[in-house]
């Protein structure tokens, strides 16, 4: 539903639990802040999810 990764040789966020999958490729954080951000707000994401792909 979410995903941060790397492989863009920059830390980016997709957004897949939204409709239109945007990816944030201007994200400040590393990459071990980038999981927290995952796990303080995974309920929403996957709500979001939930909403747009019923």
Same mark, same amino acid.
């Not at 990764?5 to 954080?29: A, I, W």
């Given at each position: 539903?979410?995903?941060?990764? =790397?492989?863009?040789? =920059? %830390?980016?966020?997709?957004?897949?639990?939204?409709?239109?999958?945007?990816?944030? =490729?201007? %994200?400040?954080?590393? %990459?071990?802040?980038?999981?927290?951000?995952?796990?303080? &707000?995974?309920?929403?994401?996957?709500? =979001?999810?939930?909403? &747009?792909?019923?």
């Amino acid at each position: 539903m979410a995903r941060i990764d =790397t492989s863009h040789q =920059t %830390v980016h966020f997709d957004r897949l639990y939204r409709r239109d999958q945007p990816k944030d =490729t201007d %994200v400040e954080f590393s %990459v071990w802040e980038a999981e927290q951000q995952l796990e303080h &707000n995974w309920r929403q994401y996957a709500h =979001t999810h939930a909403e &747009n792909h019923e």
